[in-house]
């Protein structure tokens, strides 16, 4: 993507877009968006019930190395990376949270936004490409009851900054997007697993998280597919280092 592009662009016609975690929720609803812009979208996950184009644990360095190899040899190179493979770690309080749960969500969500990362930027260099990291409005806000979730989201928000004064010379962008509540299967476990920890009706929690937000309700993970879209496109070519929320702006974590 180079500068002399039309900053009016939002098509991503051309362009060769690897979505992790893409085969289910926010990661698929992005691929499907890339796709209709006119992206060459491949999709990565762990499950291979979702029929991805490549089976990957992202947290796995032997996954990402064959991964990306598998990329060169089928697309010839890469233009976009979203980064968003993650799973919602344990709900407990810190003193009762079990050690080893708190280091595999890291390990999954932090773990494995660095290494896919580390493997697609010699590709992104020869193409002036772009990052996009799905942290979550966790990222920018405490969460009680969730830390290891938190830890590794406000981890990206930091590489997210990082990585775009490092890579800004050479013309590729990194962003984050912020998702706050999505509707969807995902967001129903994350209730239910918080009502259960806390002895409150999942009721009670969903609308928590409802009154919480200004907009007063979920956002849709078409909503945030279409963020991704455009930090992609030649439209937000002068875009980088910045954390998007796309949450109905969330007033606080706190019911």
Known sequence: MTTSQNSQDFSLTGLRALVTGGGSGIGKAIA??????????????????????YICDVAKTSDVTAMFSAIQRDLGGLDILVNNVGVPGPTAR?????????????????GGTFRCTKAAVPMLLKTRGSI?????SAGIFGYPLRSPYVAAKWGIIGLTKSWAMELGADGVRVNAICPGSVS????????????????????????GYENQVSMKTFVDASDIAAAAVFLSSPASRFITGQVLPVDGNIETMRA
């Open 94 to 110: 810190v003193d009762e949270m079990d050690a080893d749960a708190y280091d595999e969500c890291v390990r999954i969500n932090l």
């Open 132 to 136: 996009i990291n799905i942290s979550t």
């Open 184 to 207: 969807g299967p995902r967001m129903d476990g994350v209730i239910e697993r918080e009502a259960a920890a806390t002895g409150v009706t999942p009721e009670s929690i969903r609308q």
């Open 32 to 53: 499907d968006a890339m796709t209709r812009a006119g992206a060459t979208t491949v999709v990565c996950d762990a499950n291979d019930k979702t029929k991805p184009n």
